[in-house]
């Protein structure tokens, strides 16, 4: 079989297997390429919808921040507050005053009327009331800042 090769016969064989190899490298090259391609395309697709994604996500941050906002917007300040309550404790404080007084004037007019039942009936009579008119001014207050 040796005998059958000369060196035309050689350079012949070398030639067509080296064109063969040839197309063998550039159909892989090719191949190559187009996988190459597609795993770009698909990369871009896989970004676009990573940016869709986070947009959406800070969309809803947003909203959120922007409700805080809102609500923060209507609490009321703690200035605002001190000065509120400081003004219904000298409310309450001047009541309590006035009933203190009118319960010592009730007490002093009752004994020297002479009477302890009539001392009590009075301070009951002068009493009820005032807690009574103390407690709903305090509550309409309270439900006024409340609502505010």
Aim: no cysteine; charged share 25%.
């Amino acid at each position: 079989m040796a005998k059958d090769w000369t060196p035309d016969l050689l350079k012949i064989h070398f030639d067509q297997r080296f064109i063969d190899q040839n197309k063998a490298v550039e159909a892989a090259l090719i191949a190559a390429d187009k996988a190459v391609q597609a795993a770009l395309l698909a990369a871009k697709e896989a970004v676009t919808k990573a940016e869709v994604a986070t947009e959406k996500r800070f969309d809803g941050v947003n909203e959120f921040r922007a409700q805080l906002a809102d609500q923060a917007a209507t609490f009321m300040p703690r200035a605002e507050y001190t000065i509120q309550h400081r003004s219904l404790a000298d409310i309450v404080d001047a009541s309590v005053a006035r009933l203190d007084d009118k319960i010592n004037t009730a007490t002093s007019q009752g004994e020297r009327a002479g009477g302890a039942s009539q001392t009590s009936q009075r301070y009951t009579a002068l009493l009820v009331p005032s807690v009574i008119s103390l407690l709903t001014s305090i509550a309409v207050v309270v439900v006024a800042i409340i609502l505010h």
